[in-house]
């Protein structure tokens, strides 16, 4: 029977009840906004305050000079580049790498090349028709690059839209695979090491494309078996600026095929490269030999890489005079029982310049091939120490947490790179590879140290075979090395380096050893000074042939005549050039630490 005064105090029962829930929620409420918001909000406060605090006390090099105001001189500090680093650049890089990775993983097929090279054919045409008033360039944005220069050249060219980026066919009966220039080393390792194969030489950042390591240059730890990574290459698909495609090799047009590797697009545009590839196996064992002087390094790394037999690897990483390592390292399937394998290609890893540094004994590790050949894109090297200190980036916590999206992508950095930054770099800062015969490496190693001053420096063997092309053995030696200088020289952190004495005088040591001069770094050099440093004779026949000589500016043009002029015509006539007994024979001794998250041991 139905009792409305019975269903009044049930609901009156369950209202209050709710009221007092709700009162007590309410004060609750009240409580955490009054007290654990507020202490949360200034634990965050406290914590945020003191990572910054941590991030200014690393110590950071000023730009000197009156050529900015004081308020643009204040983001020459590196360190105020890491918030925005964190806070921005990795999480776009990250979205840059998906989306890339996808493209290769799901649209890659071989792509319509034969549409493609039409639309930059058409190009190439209608600057013919229109008179071929500018020279011709790539549209490609000069932030793209991995060279940490800036150039300015396109802005006064016909800028042609090249957008090529697929691999188009592996043949497994010539062992070749063929590509288009924009793909990189990390998109064709994933493609080709998931078939079994792999390239001779295949560089370690994952950035590197393989048009620029064509039209410049590129080598790798196994340069000294298989040479630079032209050496590689058995044909190019080039289009010439008369509108003409060819496809050159050693037996077709062998003077093109020479003349393509080092010219920096000065014959035509690079449409497709046919390389060799080798089949890969799953590690690679690598042994790792700690040298406690300069004299037993040199050595053991001569010896190595002039071996009759040598390891497919060889590497040496210099972290002071008297201590370094020299790594080798061979293919494996098998891991040995009881065997180190090291997973570097996990986020959490360390980076490897510092992992290779804790070997202060002979050590063999097992490490997965892809994680191999791009065991310094974590770190950049160690160029990412300068915007992300290894203190706080190479932290075990900090990798737990943030190292899935290391490294951040060196395009983003350049493209959002203010002008006192780029001066920074220019000023304070080295990028720098020579490559030298590797018999002059001690009185290199001489030279990097008295007017560079700075660690770890990057040793690579390489071969230079005696091929036409813009450079060449000497009569005497045909394995050279790479030394690689990158980061902050000694005297920058005391306040008096001069970016273009030291540079002039390094160059000037490299040509009177007969070496070369990567060209994506700074360069000083004279064009008669780089007439006399690369042969001429191949590429200048090219040009000739070809109407390159008036559709394309040469590679001294595109790579060195703006910092050539802007350092020099400012001065009243030719500048002074260190003379080689001063560059080869005077040396110094480091006595300061370095802020490198390297330091010496003590």
């Not at 993983?105 to 493609?116: N, P, T």
Request: glycine share 6%; charged share 20%.
């Amino acid at each position: 029977m139905f009792c409305p005064v019975s269903t009044l105090a049930y609901w009156a029962v369950r209202f209050t009840t709710l009221a007092v829930f709700a009162q007590i929620l309410s004060i609750w409420a009240l409580f955490v906004l009054c007290t654990v918001f507020p202490a949360t909000l200034w634990v965050g406060i406290l914590v945020g305050a003191c990572i910054i605090i941590g991030v200014l006390r690393f110590p950071s090099v000023p730009l000197k000079g009156n050529e900015l105001p004081w308020h643009q001189k204040i983001l020459t500090n590196v360190n105020f580049r890491t918030p925005f680093v964190i806070a921005f650049v990795l999480p776009a890089s990250i979205v840059f790498d998906v989306f890339f990775y996808l493209r290769t993983k799901f649209i890659q097929v071989g792509g319509d090349h034969a549409s493609k090279i039409k639309k930059i054919q058409d190009q190439v045409l209608e600057w013919k028709s229109s008179g071929s008033k500018k020279r011709m360039c790539t549209a490609r944005g000069g932030w793209l690059s991995i060279s940490p220069k800036r150039s300015t050249y396109k802005s006064e060219s016909f800028r042609v839209s090249v957008e090529l980026y697929d691999v188009l066919e592996i043949d497994e009966t010539n062992m070749t695979v063929r590509v288009e220039p924009g793909v990189n080393m990390g998109m064709l390792s994933r493609h080709l090491l998931a078939r079994g194969f792999t390239i001779p030489v295949l560089p370690e950042m994952d950035d590197l494309s393989v048009g620029g390591l064509i039209n410049g240059c590129g080598v790798e730890v196994a340069s000294h078996k298989y040479g630079m990574f032209q050496s590689i290459c058995t044909a190019f698909e080039i289009l010439l600026a008369d509108g003409t495609i060819k496809t050159v090799s050693k037996d077709v047009d062998a003077d093109t095929f020479y003349a393509v590797p080092w010219s920096h697009g000065s014959i035509g545009f690079l449409l497709s490269a046919t390389i060799r590839i080798i089949r890969a196996k799953k590690y690679v064992k690598l042994d790792y030999q700690p040298c406690t002087s300069e004299s037993d390094f040199i050595q053991i790394f001569e010896k190595t890489c002039r071996a009759e037999d040598p390891p497919e690897f060889v590497e040496g990483l210099i972290y002071a005079e008297h201590e370094s390592v020299v790594m080798t390292g061979t293919f494996s399937d098998e891991v040995p029982a009881g065997a180190t394998v090291n997973a570097m290609q996990r986020w959490h890893k360390p980076w490897f310049a510092w992992h290779a540094r804790t070997m202060t004994q002979h050590t063999t590790e097992y490490i997965p091939a892809r994680a191999y050949y791009h065991r310094h894109t974590k770190g950049i090297f160690w160029e990412l120490q300068d915007m992300l200190p290894a203190a706080i980036g190479n932290n075990a916590v900090f990798r737990w947490i943030f190292g899935w999206m290391i490294p951040p992508k060196i395009a983003f950095l350049k493209l959002i790179q203010p002008e006192a930054m780029r001066l920074w770099y220019e000023k304070q800062h080295v990028i720098q590879d020579m490559l030298v015969p590797v018999s002059t490496l001690g009185r290199s190693l001489k030279v990097f140290r008295e007017h560079y001053d700075l660690y770890p420096l990057w040793v690579c063997p390489m071969k230079v075979f005696d091929v036409p092309g813009f450079i060449s053995p000497t009569p005497d030696d045909d394995m050279f090395v790479d030394i690689g200088a990158y980061g902050i020289p000694k005297a920058a952190w005391e306040g008096n380096f001069d970016a273009v004495t030291a540079g002039v005088a390094v160059e000037t040591f490299v040509r009177s050893v007969k070496g070369f001069q990567m060209l994506y770094a700074d360069c000083y050099l004279s064009e008669q000074e780089f007439r006399d440093m690369f042969d001429h004779t191949v590429l200048d026949k090219v040009r000739a042939k070809t109407g390159a000589d008036v559709a394309f500016p040469t590679p001294w043009e595109k790579m060195c005549k703006k910092k050539y002029e802007s350092v020099f015509k400012r001065q009243q006539g030719e500048p002074h050039r260190v003379s080689n007994a001063h560059a080869t024979d005077t040396s110094t001794t480091a006595t300061t630490p370095r802020r490198t998250g390297l330091r010496p041991r003590k």
